[in-house]
């Protein structure tokens, strides 16, 4: 029999906080006119330790989905460092998944940075 886990995620795309880019002189990023859809998702491995342990988690992850629709430039935000393989489970699943990319208003596939937000439940 194969046990499921509760998996939470969500999405959002990240922005440049507008002020510390008027100081600058720069604009701030503008969103993309249609947002990228998930076309194919891996739901990561709950890590066989951390089960038995009752261990929840929460993982936080930063990225790019990228204008041919691949996630990214994975890196971590401080804070989620971990030993029981919540960390790695994660990155394995998101290098997998496709999306539609987000499109600008003239339909052109364009790059837009996200963050995954992962919450592990046993």
């Known amino acids: 029999m194969m046990m499921l ?3 939470m ?3 959002a795309l990240a922005t440049s906080p507008a002020t510390s880019l008027s100081a600058a002189g720069l604009r701030p990023p503008a969103r993309p006119a249609h947002e990228p859809r998930l076309q194919r998702r891996i739901l990561p491995e ?3 330790a951390a ?3 009752g261990l929840p988690r929460r993982v936080v992850v930063e990225g790019r989905i990228d204008a041919q629709g691949r ?3 994975l890196n971590l935000p401080d804070g989620n460092v971990d030993g029981a393989g919540f960390v790695e489970a994660t990155l394995r699943a998101l290098s997998e998944w496709r999306y539609a990319p987000a499109r600008d208003e003239d339909g052109t596939p364009v790059s837009v940075s996200v963050q995954f937000d992962v919450l592990y439940t046993p």
Do not use: T
Request: glycine share 0%; hydrophobic share 60%.
């Open 46 to 48: 709950f890590p066989p």
């Open 71 to 73: 996630v990214v430039d």
């Open 5 to 7: 886990h509760a998996f």
């Open 9 to 11: 995620l969500s999405l």
């Open 51 to 53: 089960r038995v342990a």
